[in-house]
Every structure is written in C-alpha cells, then in structure tokens.
C-alpha cells in the first residue's frame, strides 16, 4: 500500500494485473485457438479470405494481427494470408456510420466483399456491442465461418460464433490482451509449418 494506506502503490497493481493474466491463462482451454490456427492454415494454402474486427482497443489489435498474419508470415515463407481488418478504413467506417448507422459498419462490409467459405475473426471484450453482432449474423447468412475472441460472460456473440474462444475474465483490459495472445500463439503454430503454396484467385 502507499504512505496515505488509502490507494495500492504501482507495484501493488501490477502484481495483482500479472496475476489475474497469469490465472486466466493457467486456467483455460486451448481447443478453440487450434481451431483457429487450423482455419487460418487452410485460408492460407486455399487463398481463402479472412476479415477481423472490433471497437476500440479491440479496433488496433485486428489491426495488429492482420498485419502479424500479412507480413510476419510472409517474411518468412514469401506469402502472408489474405485478410483484411474492416475496422481500418476511416472513410469507410464514417461514411457507413454517418449514412446507414454504427451498428452496420462491420456487417455491410462483409456483405460486400465476404464470399462463402471465408473466415470472420470478432474481437470484443463484453461480446455485446450491436455492430459485432450484426457481422456475425451476415457472416451466417453468406456462409462464412466465424470465431469470436471474448471476455466478460461472452455476451451474445459467445452463442452466434461458430467458434467461440473466451475467457471468462470482467477485466477489459485483460480480455483485449488476450486476442493478441490467441493471435501471436495461433503465428507461432503458423510459423512452424512447412512453407505452402497460395492457391491464386
């Protein structure tokens, strides 16, 4: 505790932050992020698409992996996977928000560009927010498999992804540290396979 004994000291916080990761990370299963990693080994030797998203912290961690899974991979083998973070393009994310609504600009992305047998990657803390939703459900509809990277109770996503992956920790940022776990835990697998040949489209 600090001097006052009213507020933790900075080392106080970071043990207790170190733990609650370390717990949640102890205790969890792993059959969702292999898979993952499978799916994303066969988007990779099919040429298939992959699209990731998410709000907020969750926005700069799709960013973050789809430049893992482009570039990371392709530095080593001489061919990355094809995806695409929706929640990058500012125009794209403005003009939907402004003209159709937040709630779809995710999900008429997706419409226009998914195609059946793609990959949708959700990132979301609670699983909750309306556009997060909206997307699972137009990747159901156009026959895209979905796998969502969850804290809190999972929310409803946890019930609409075909692969849910959650961790049940009411820790914001603890939950958006974890899609990057899942993320760089799945490269590591990928960057173990033998090289692989891209399919063109």
């Known amino acids: 505790m600090s ?98 609504g937040y709630d779809t600009v995710f999900s008429m992305q997706l419409a226009v560009q998914g195609r059946a047998g793609d990959v949708l990657i959700i990132l979301s803390g609670s699983g909750n927010s309306p556009n997060i939703l909206s997307v699972l459900d137009q990747a159901r509809r156009s026959g895209i498999k979905t796998f969502a990277i969850l804290g809190y109770d999972g929310g409803k996503a946890k019930a609409l992804a075909d692969v849910p992956i959650h961790f049940a920790i009411n820790d914001m940022q603890i939950s958006e540290d974890l899609q990057l776990i899942v993320g760089h835990m799945a490269m590591q697998w990928l960057s173990r396979l033998p090289p692989v040949q891209l399919v063109p489209t």
């Not at 393009?89 to 159709?100: G, P």
């Open 3 to 100: 001097a006052s004994g009213n507020q933790p000291s900075t080392a106080d916080v970071c043990e207790g932050y170190a733990a609650r990761l370390g717990s949640v990370l102890q205790s969890s299963r792993w059959e969702g992020v292999a898979q993952l990693a499978a799916e994303l080994a066969a988007c990779w030797r099919d040429g298939r698409q992959v699209f990731i998203c998410g709000n907020g912290g969750s926005a700069a961690n799709a960013t973050h992996l789809a430049n893992d899974l482009i570039y990371g991979i392709s530095k080593q083998f001489g061919s990355g996977i094809r995806i695409s973070a929706l929640s990058a393009n500012s125009s794209i994310l403005t003009c939907l928000a402004n003209d159709c």
